[in-house]
């Protein structure tokens, strides 16, 4: 019977998973304030805890944690952010000259190999199909059209989502206290116990994540604005801190950091030279972030294999865009985490340890030298109780 309500209960589970996960994928695509709020929460609220503690009421506590986030934020304006902007301006300004240069590095390297009128006579060609196509004009003009509704329907859910996630986040961290007791009421008794190690487990591993990735994007942001800046690359200070701040998704913060150092230094010094050694500023921020910063801060918690990693990744883009790309590591190693604890609860699936112990049972004995019959009977004759008793 006991055998009969354990299954019944793991069917339900599965069910109520399966179920879960449908209705995320329905409403994916109003729920992302909602998961930047909780996110917010999440980490503001073990210090809306302390300050409950000390005696302030969560009310006060939660506008304390925006004050405070607000005042970091207004000197981060008045601070560091007029220079980077600067540079940042900068750089967009000799973006079009980058181009320009790029494009006639190009064309003299293919003039040079298809010959001097080849180029010339290809465009003018693709020019006059272009603009005898009518029906092409006509359908480039309605998907521009659909392109601009669509930027403006983006832009609003933006602001949407900007205005909403505070009130969220307000709302969840001043609330924390009671959310979690109304999930302890939900879950029943008998894998209480377990569902508990579970959040404690899933809640140590993405402290650690957070608090490690958020050291290990100061410390590349670091790294690549000094280099970039050591050799004199106009827009370094920008192009340090855009690629350390968007090395929270692995490989994204290093490539477009790269690609924008070496436009940059191409174009500024017209050599090999300048852009080889931007090349080696993010080899090196590559080599120092996965051999110290990465085992140093933030260790192995997320134990997902490269592969993973990026199906959890694409897999978040698809269902939440950028947001969904940003918290796609911490669910992922979440999911693993109750994945195990789920396997591990259930004798059916410990495959690993009985395996083991089968190995073990079935090592023959290791026999280091063959015996005759003789010999044989001898021993057993030399062992044997009477033999002992008549010598």
Do not use: N
Request: hydrophobic share 55%.
């Amino acid at each position: 019977m006991t055998g009969d309500m354990t299954h019944q209960s793991k069917s339900w589970l599965l069910a109520g998973a399966a179920s879960l996960i449908a209705l995320v994928w329905l409403l994916s695509p109003i729920l992302t304030p909602f998961f930047l709020g909780l996110l917010i929460a999440y980490l503001g609220q073990p210090v809306v805890d302390r300050l409950s503690r000390a005696g302030r009421s969560r009310t006060t506590g939660v506008l304390l944690v925006f004050l405070v986030i607000l005042i970091a934020l207004c000197g981060l304006l008045l601070l560091a952010l007029p220079q980077l902007m600067s540079e940042l301006g900068e750089l967009i300004e000799r973006s079009p000259a980058i181009v320009d240069y790029l494009g006639s590095r190009v064309e003299t390297h293919l003039t040079a190999l298809l010959g001097a009128g080849a180029i010339e006579a290809f465009d003018t060609r693709m020019l006059k199909d272009w603009m005898s196509d009518w029906t092409q004009i006509q359908r480039l003009l309605v998907s521009g059209g659909r392109e601009l509704f669509a930027s403006g329907v983006a832009f609003f859910g933006a602001l949407a989502t900007a205005a909403l996630t505070p009130v969220v986040a307000f709302y969840f961290m001043r609330d924390w206290p009671e959310l979690i007791a109304g999930l302890r009421r939900v879950v029943p008794k008998t894998v209480l116990p377990r569902a508990g190690a579970l959040a404690s487990e899933c809640d140590s591993i993405l402290i650690g994540f957070f608090a490690g990735q958020f050291m290990v994007m100061l410390a590349l942001a670091t790294i690549y604005s000094a280099g970039l800046l050591a050799l004199g690359v106009k827009g370094g200070l920008a192009i340090g801190v855009i690629a350390g701040l968007l090395s929270i998704v692995p490989y994204l913060g290093g490539a477009i950091g790269l690609v924008i150092g070496l436009l940059s230094a191409l174009y500024q010094f017209q050599d090999w030279f300048h852009p080889t050694m931007v090349l080696m500023v993010f080899m090196v921020g590559q080599v120092i972030e996965s051999t110290v910063l990465t085992p140093w801060l933030v260790g192995d918690r997320i134990g997902l294999h490269p592969v993973a990693v990026i199906f959890a990744l694409m897999a978040g883009g698809q269902l939440f865009g950028l947001v969904g790309v940003l918290i796609a590591l911490p669910v992922a190693a979440v999911i693993v985490v109750a994945l195990k604890q789920v396997l591990s609860a259930s004798s059916e699936f410990e495959f690993g340890e009985s395996v083991e112990a089968l190995s073990d049972q079935a090592d023959p004995p290791i026999v280091t030298e063959a015996t005759g019959p003789d010999e044989e009977a001898s021993t057993s004759e030399e062992d044997s109780p009477s033999s002992k008793g008549s010598e």
